[in-house]
């Protein structure tokens, strides 16, 4: 199998885990979508990016984004999303910081308030059909508030 064709099944099967986290009721009152997704994408306490080429991760620098006083968001090439701890310290060797736009700021806002929104409105639909009109309420509410997803 080729490895684009690993990655999308990988992506597909993780997807499942997506709704998975929607049907449980153990999800936090302030759900931040960054962690959701990641959580989604991981095996449970495992969080980080998708490793698509291994070899790039460790050659490249890592670009982070400062959240707050004690979060950041980092990235490698070869590494599709956010590293996690773990991964930063396999793949980072150099740090680079990159200024959190206003626009980065204000986005974060924005999804986490939809993504706490649109978990309320499908906490009573029946398990297992909760996934689409999860993301058709996403995609809905961040366009309300000027986002486009």
Same mark, same amino acid.
Not at 80 to 98: H, I, K, M, N, P
């Given at each position: 199998?080729?490895?684009?064709?690993?990655?999308?099944?990988?992506?597909?099967?993780?997807?499942?885990?997506?709704?998975?986290?929607?049907?449980?009721?153990?999800?936090?009152? *302030?759900?931040?979508?960054?962690?959701? #997704?990641?959580? @989604?994408?991981? !095996?449970?306490?495992? $969080?980080?990016?998708? /490793?698509?080429?291994?070899?790039?991760?460790?050659?490249?620098?890592?670009?982070c984004i400062p959240l707050?006083?004690?979060?950041?968001?980092?990235?490698?090439?070869?590494?599709?999303?956010?590293?996690?701890?773990?991964?930063?310290?396999?793949?980072? *060797?150099?740090?680079?910081?990159?200024? #959190?736009?206003? @626009?980065?700021? !204000?986005?974060?806002? $924005?999804?986490?308030? /939809?993504?706490?929104?649109?978990?309320?409105?499908?906490?009573?639909?029946?398990?297992?059909?909760?996934?689409?009109?999860?993301?058709?309420?996403?995609?809905?509410?961040?366009?309300?508030?000027?986002?486009?997803?």
């Amino acid at each position: 199998m080729a490895k684009a064709d690993q990655l999308l099944d990988s992506i597909i099967d993780r997807l499942g885990k997506i709704e998975e986290r929607l049907d449980n009721d153990d999800h936090p009152e *302030e759900l931040s979508l960054a962690n959701w #997704a990641n959580e @989604a994408f991981h !095996e449970p306490g495992e $969080i980080g990016g998708i /490793v698509v080429d291994e070899g790039r991760a460790r050659e490249s620098d890592c670009h982070c984004i400062p959240l707050g006083e004690h979060s950041k968001l980092c990235y490698s090439k070869g590494v599709v999303g956010a590293l996690s701890q773990d991964q930063e310290r396999l793949y980072c *060797e150099v740090f680079t910081e990159l200024p #959190a736009s206003p @626009a980065l700021i !204000e986005r974060q806002r $924005i999804m986490k308030d /939809v993504a706490v929104l649109c978990q309320s409105k499908v906490q009573d639909i029946p398990e297992g059909q909760r996934l689409e009109p999860f993301l058709q309420c996403m995609s809905k509410e961040a366009k309300k508030m000027g986002l486009e997803l």
